[in-house]
């Protein structure tokens, strides 16, 4: 059992800046593929980002290329989500997700965080 608890929502105009933070409980934490994912109001959870097991390799959707970076802490059991040029489109409940699996691409989460909630203002 993974449990993940994330932090840094908030709420932030257009054009600023977010870092979003993820602690996990287990000390095989290297041995996951760490993703996250968002679901906006009324919309299905889509996948926004995902890292491979050692930090090496990183998958973005196409919509936050360029302004998200994620990266990881193997050390400290963490993953960050540094969010920059923010938009009201990005407006969402981001989920931290942990995936057993070996492949960045088509992140299937064995565990998911509690969500923290990232509002982005116009």
């Known amino acids: 059992q993974v449990q993940l608890v994330e932090s840094g929502g908030g709420l932030v105009q257009a054009g600023g800046s977010l870092r979003l933070s993820c602690a996990a409980s287990?000390?095989?934490?290297?041995?996951?593929?760490m993703a996250w994912f968002r679901q906006a109001p009324g919309k299905e959870r889509e996948f926004v980002a995902a890292?491979?097991?050692?930090?090496?390799?990183?998958v973005y959707v196409e919509s936050v290329k360029g302004r998200f970076t994620i990266s990881r802490d193997n050390a400290k059991n963490t993953v960050t989500l540094q969010m920059n040029s923010l938009k009201p489109e990005d407006t969402a409940v981001y989920y931290c997700?942990?995936?057993?699996?070996?492949?960045?691409?088509?992140?299937?989460?064995?565990?998911w965080g509690q969500g923290t909630q990232v509002t982005v203002s116009s």
């Open positions: 997700a942990a995936s057993s699996g070996t492949t960045t691409v088509s992140v299937r989460p064995d565990y």
């Open positions: 287990r000390r095989s934490f290297s041995g996951y593929v």
């Open positions: 890292i491979s097991r050692s930090g090496s390799s990183t």
